[in-house]
């Protein structure tokens, strides 16, 4: 199939470039920086010689949007906004005007949408949206507003001949350099991957391989559309998805972290506490429903799989304590 992904430079986009290439797929990634031959230019807001790629496209899934990794000043806020908004309007715009529109349009959103909580799992049915919690900080709120925003331009765009998803993602634990699974590893390998604030919260993540396997379920599948969460079927709490990464990564003890030193980690990193302290309880109803199987449901195993493959590639030690080998070669010092 020709598939288009707009957006498909970041982490998210790595996974789904290695998954499907592999499997046989010819890709097309719109950046605003080509670096590769199946790149083509775009600037993410307005229709230009980019729109040709779409036209006879199979499938466009647009991964388009500013990093939520950063401080969530007015300013940021704003370019998450945007760059969501704008990507997804002019996407909508290019497959009205195709002779031959694609059949899907695969969109991503986030499992943030859904409502910071301890006590229930939220499922595409029954989850309860979030930005009314009484219990955290009001600028969360913003967070619900960004990703409600993103799925109402999908709504709204008018693509009668196109099949439209919400990928409602929890976070992809991939190999990659610089995405989550990579930055929690030093973390663990430092001795820091310690429960943060008490830990109670829960995580919701998603292996990269059934990440992959899910897009392409959503693709075969032709009577599926709306918002799908894309999140293994079995979160935890924050301090249990540290300990088993310790575990993985050879039994490493982790210093906790309250509250406001995570404030200070998040000010230092340039980086939000929101990603440390909401508590996403997520999901996959849809998919389950469906009859999709995970090759990695627990974390356990996903977490066991993954630090082998990053150790193999980048010869890191799975050692017992993280003496200065370790060190050197997590900071390059």
């Known amino acids: 199939m020709k598939i288009v992904i707009p957006g498909g430079t970041g982490s998210v986009g790595a996974v789904l470039e290695r998954g499907l290439l592999a ?20 600037d993410g807001r307005t229709l230009g010689p980019w729109v040709e790629a779409v036209d006879g496209a199979d499938v466009v899934i647009n991964l388009a949007g500013r990093s939520v990794s950063c401080r969530y000043t007015r300013e940021n806020l704003a370019a998450m906004m945007d760059s969501r908004v704008d990507s997804t309007r002019v996407v909508g715009e290019a497959i009205a005007a195709a002779d031959r529109p694609p059949a899907v349009w695969l969109q991503m959103s986030t499992a943030t949408i859904y409502a910071h909580t301890f006590d229930r799992a939220n499922d595409e049915a029954t989850g309860v949206i979030g930005g009314g919690e009484p219990e955290v900080p009001a600028y969360w709120a913003k967070s619900i507003d960004i990703a409600r925003a993103w799925e109402r331009a999908l709504d709204e765009a008018d693509t009668p001949h196109t099949r439209k998803v919400a990928l409602r993602s929890a976070m992809v634990m991939s190999t990659d350099r610089g995405a989550v699974f990579d930055m929690l590893s030093r973390m663990t390998l430092l001795g820091l991957g310690g429960a943060v ?26 009577d599926l559309a709306g918002p799908v969460n894309l999140a293994a079927p079995h979160p935890l709490r924050q301090k249990d998805l540290m300990r088993a990464l310790r575990r993985a990564w050879g039994g490493h003890f982790g210093i906790p972290a309250t509250k406001w030193m995570a404030e200070i980690g998040a000010f230092a990193l340039r980086s939000d506490t929101e990603l440390l302290l909401k508590s996403r309880r997520v999901i996959p109803g849809r998919l389950e429903d469906d009859g ?7 974390w356990e195993a996903a977490a066991d799989d993954l630090a082998r493959r990053t150790a193999a590639d980048r010869k890191w030690p799975l050692m017992r304590r993280p003496g200065l080998k370790a060190v050197r070669a997590l900071t390059g010092s």
């Open 292 to 298: 999709f199987e995970f090759s990695y449901p627990a």
């Open 23 to 42: 499997a046989g797929h010819r890709l097309i990634v719109l950046t605003r920086t080509p670096s590769r031959p199946h790149h083509v230019h775009w």
């Open 197 to 222: 604030a008490g830990g109670r919260q829960f995580v919701s993540w998603i292996h990269e391989a059934d990440f992959t396997r899910a897009v392409e379920f959503l693709i075969d599948r032709d």
